[in-house]
């Protein structure tokens, strides 16, 4: 399986609501109906309350510019602003491009 793999870490008090909010909203069901999306999935770790871990498969680079670029932003800006978005690992952006200790395989 070859593509890009991203793990985003929510915490925060509004977590949970705000997974709940893209499931029920239907924006979930719109990214994963993008071009080149793979998986969006949302889990809630059993060992830590107010945390949500997003997965995101994406086939290619492209594909992955593509989504962010839309409307997903003022999304984003909404989710920064409940939300402490936290990536799992302290990547700089050329080194995730280059897939170095990233996702990408």
């Not at 997974?19 to 999306?37: D, K, P, Q, T």
């Not at 594909?63 to 690992?89: C, E, I, M, Y």
Request: with cysteine; charged share 30%; glycine share 6%.
């Amino acid at each position: 399986m070859e593509g890009i793999l991203l793990h985003v870490l929510y915490r925060g008090e509004k977590a949970n609501d705000f997974a709940s909010e893209m499931e029920r909203s239907g924006l979930r069901a719109a990214v994963l109906a993008e071009e080149g999306c793979m998986q969006y999935d949302y889990y809630r770790p059993l060992a830590e309350e107010n945390c949500v871990l997003l997965v995101e498969h994406w086939r290619d680079r492209a594909a992955l510019d593509k989504h962010s670029a839309g409307r997903w932003q003022s999304s984003r800006r909404s989710r920064q602003a409940t939300t402490s978005q936290r990536p799992l690992s302290a990547l700089n952006e050329e080194e995730r491009i280059r897939g170095k200790k990233s996702g990408i395989y």
